[in-house]
């Protein structure tokens, strides 16, 4: 069964979702328009029992013609990042809030093109969903897009990065750049410092994932 453009994809969630049945219901939606523009629906990725999740914005390019999340450019660099921040990538799940790709031609290139409030919203249902079957322990939001979407549009990634904030949707939530952000930093320079905060921010959230237990048990 396909939705075609109602404004949600509330309709087309399973009743008992799994990620393997959700990810092929998500396969046939059209609760929005951007389904005319992508290739296809790019679902989350990861195991069922994955203790950190990471949402971005939408898919990319790469993504796209691909069908998986984080494969491009943004997803290699998010990749090296974990990795130095010593999180472990198979206890990680990647999604995004949207999940096809908006774009605008520029030449022969496809360019990324924000998504507005009501396809964010359309989508919302699949991102609930996948919330809710993972029950991630963290959530960290990749960019202001995520950050807001989840966290309220008075959430600032520039001021608020790696900080806390309470949700009822994991135990630890917050927001920190989006990798792709970091490609974009006009020299070599500045894509280095621009990865060394973002690295710093894993690190000070994983410290945080860590020491919360020993926390607890000290104030018993």
């Known amino acids: 069964m396909a ?7 509330a309709p087309l969630v399973p009743s008992r979702p799994t990620l393997s049945k959700l990810k092929l219901a998500a396969a046939g939606c059209m609760a929005c328009d951007l389904w005319k523009r992508g290739t296809q629906t790019v679902f989350g990725e990861g195991k069922p029992t994955s203790t950190v999740m990471f949402i971005g914005e939408q898919p990319g390019n790469q993504e796209d013609l691909q069908g998986k999340p984080f494969v491009g ?7 090296k990042a974990l ?3 010593g999180i472990d990538r198979t206890k990680v799940y990647v999604t995004n809030v949207v999940k096809h790709f908006k774009w605008e031609p520029r030449g022969k290139r496809r360019i990324h093109k924000k998504p507005n409030a009501a396809e964010i919203n359309a989508c919302r249902p699949w991102l ?3 919330i809710r079957v993972v029950q991630p322990r963290v959530i960290i939001c990749l960019g202001s897009t995520a950050a807001q979407a989840i966290l309220g549009p008075k959430f600032r990634v520039s001021t608020q990065r790696a900080t806390f904030v309470p949700s009822p949707l994991a135990p630890f939530v917050t927001a920190t750049v989006h990798p792709s952000s970091i490609l974009r930093a006009p020299s070599d320079e500045q ?10 921010d894993l690190k000070k959230i994983r410290k945080a994932i860590e020491q919360e237990p020993s926390a607890v048990a000290a104030r018993r």
């Open 73 to 79: 450019p943004a997803g290699s660099l998010l990749d």
């Open 191 to 200: 894509r280095r410092e621009e990865m060394a905060r973002f690295i710093g």
């Open 3 to 9: 939705v075609r453009e109602q404004g949600t994809a």
């Open 83 to 85: 990795a130095e921040a």
């Open 128 to 130: 609930e969903a996948e």
